[in-house]
Structures are given as structure tokens and as C-alpha cells.
């Protein structure tokens, strides 16, 4: 699977945006972006996946760079529900299992 | 409700004992994974099952052994044979009908294991 790049932690403050950065210069062109959350000490949670346009959805927006070798996860209002390390996963066309790294811990301050 | 059910939440056992984690999932998904998490650490896979009586080998399956009799169980035995097993364990499931690499993955609550 592709490597994927991303920050070990930031902070941000409550109710504001948040952008969450993710490099996968090698990624292939098959290969779909997907973010996971995982709140402490719960199993993650799905959040949002693309593959070239910028996806919305009741969570969060994916924005993907034309190019396709790095995204950013926005989160449009930070709230304290939403700390928590966040995994940017590239996934191929085959149904295998997620690949973590060690994701961006996000901290968000009152 | 449909989802994913991981008992215990805490398990402690003593060294040299073979412990069995328990997963049950009512979704209907063909597949199942279990991950191993340690402290600060990304998860880590360990074995995998896109259908009954079929499972793989994930990146860190020795010391672990697991079966798929049932497509809505997929237990996890912890042998003695695993030299670091104290850590967070996760379950999860995803569909397999077509549109893989956008399936999604539904993650269980987890089980904390502590050997002694």
C-alpha cells in the first residue's frame, strides 16, 4: 500500500476550522483516500473518503489536491467531541484490510 | 441495533494462559479483521477473514490463531506463545459485495487485555 505523511499532533481552538494535512505522494491511481477518527479509547471511526473530486458530508469535507498527492481533512467548527488522532488511509481497489499509521493526534482547546 | 460487540471490555490474565477475545457482528459483512493497538501506536493488523471457514495472515500474527465457522463470528485466541500480548484489541467488519477500496470499516468498541 502507498504511504501516507501526516502531522504527529495539532491543536485547535473550539468552534473554529480545522485542517488536517495528509501527504501520499506515491499514491496510484486507483487508490481512494480515506480518513478514520479514533476517539480515546475506542476503535476508529469511518469520517469521509475520496478519490479525485473534494467530497462533503455531515462530518467533515475532503479536499484533494489536483494532482492527487496530498489532502486535507476540514473539520468546519472544532468541537471538544472531536479530539482525537486522526488516520489518513489509501486504500486500493481490492477490499483489503486499512492500513494505520500512527495518524494526527488533534487536540481541541475551550 | 446493528454493530459490532467485543467482550469483555477488560480482560486480565496471567502469563502462559491462552485467552479467546470474542467478536460478533449482526451487519451481515462478509469480512472481519482484528487489530492489535498498543500505547501511542497506530493499529496493527492481525488476521483477516473475507469469508467463512477463510482467513489470512495480517503483519503480525504469530502467537495468534483465530477461526471463522460463523460469517457473524470471528474469535481471537491469544496464546501463550505470544510474548507481548498486553494490549487494545479491535474488531472490525466491512460489506464485500463489489466497490472495494470504498467499502467502509466498522470497528467494534475494543478489548483490553492485561496478561499478568
Same mark, same amino acid.
Given at each position: 500500500d502507498a504511504k501516507t505523511t501526516q502531522p504527529n499532533s495539532m491543536e485547535s481552538n473550539e468552534e473554529e476550522p480545522v485542517h488536517l494535512p495528509c501527504n501520499h505522494s506515491t499514491i496510484s491511481g486507483t487508490d481512494y483516500i480515506h480518513w478514520y477518527r479514533q476517539l480515546p479509547s475506542q476503535g476508529p471511526e469511518y469520517v469521509i473518503h475520496g478519490l479525485t473530486s473534494n467530497v462533503n458530508n455531515r462530518m467533515a469535507s475532503l479536499a484533494i489536491a489536483e494532482d492527487r498527492k496530498s489532502s486535507t481533512l476540514i473539520l468546519h467548527r472544532a468541537t471538544l467531541r472531536d479530539a482525537a488522532v486522526y488516520y489518513c488511509i489509501l486504500r486500493d481497489e481490492g477490499n483489503t484490510p486499512l492500513v494505520f499509521g500512527k495518524g494526527t493526534r488533534l487536540s481541541v482547546i475551550a | 441495533d446493528g454493530g459490532i460487540t467485543q467482550s469483555p471490555k477488560y480482560l486480565f490474565r496471567k502469563e502462559g494462559q491462552n485467552v479467546?477475545?470474542?467478536c460478533e457482528q449482526n451487519l451481515n459483512?462478509? $469480512?472481519? &479483521?482484528?487489530?492489535?493497538?498498543?500505547?501511542g501506536q497506530g493499529l496493527r493488523l492481525i488476521y483477516y477473514s473475507q469469508i467463512v471457514n477463510d482467513f489470512q495472515k495480517g503483519d503480525i500474527a504469530e502467537g495468534y490463531s483465530v477461526s471463522r465457522e460463523k460469517k457473524e463470528s470471528f474469535p481471537l485466541?491469544?496464546?501463550?506463545?505470544?510474548?507481548?500480548?498486553? $494490549?487494545? &484489541?479491535?474488531?472490525?467488519?466491512?460489506?464485500?459485495?463489489?466497490?472495494?477500496?470504498?467499502?467502509?470499516?466498522?470497528?467494534?468498541?475494543?478489548?483490553?487485555?492485561t496478561v499478568l
Open positions: - | 479467546t477475545l470474542s459483512h462478509d $469480512a472481519m &479483521y482484528w487489530y492489535r493497538q498498543d500505547p485466541t491469544v496464546t501463550s506463545a505470544q510474548k507481548n500480548p498486553t $494490549a487494545f &484489541y479491535l474488531c472490525a467488519s466491512s460489506i464485500d459485495q463489489g466497490g472495494g477500496a470504498m467499502n467502509e470499516q466498522f470497528f467494534g468498541p475494543g478489548t483490553r487485555l
